[in-house]
């Protein structure tokens, strides 16, 4: 999975989360760069609701106001734009979902990605363009 974007210095931090429908009560995987106090990256679960143990990495590989790409290497046993350990209960697949939230400039354009069933050896493609008029 691959985003392109940049932070401005006066908006609030975002957050990619991997999770299993659409509530965001069950969070396979929590991504979220915090700016304050030098910038770190957290990285943690939530399942049914409840947060799991936090990790903190305390090297930030973006600045704010800067362009950014994030690319995340999705596999069976872990996410990897850092290694961090995890399962999606029952694998992804099209009922689950992928959100960006916070708040990102309009550079923004184009998100993608593309899924391989190991099983079946099919890829499929999944492409948003994410168009914003600022008046």
């Known amino acids: 999975m691959a985003f392109s974007g940049s932070q401005a210095p006066y908006l609030s931090p975002f957050a990619v989360n991997f999770q299993t429908g659409f509530s965001g009560n069950d969070i396979a995987f929590h991504f979220n760069p915090r700016f304050e106090d030098g910038g770190y990256v957290v990285c943690n679960t939530r399942q049914n609701g409840s947060w799991g143990p936090e990790e903190r990495k305390m090297h930030m590989p973006l600045q704010k106001g800067m362009p950014f790409d994030l690319c995340f290497l999705v596999q069976s046993s872990d996410f990897k734009p850092m290694p961090f350990v995890t399962t999606i209960p029952g694998g992804l697949y099209p009922s689950k979902s992928i959100t960006l ?34 008046a």
């Not at 990102?104 to 069933?117: F, K």
């Open 101 to 134: 939230s916070g708040t990102v400039l309009p550079s923004a354009q184009r998100c993608g990605s593309c899924v391989m069933r190991t099983a079946s050896r099919w890829p499929w493609m999944v492409s948003t363009c994410l168009n914003i008029t600022i």
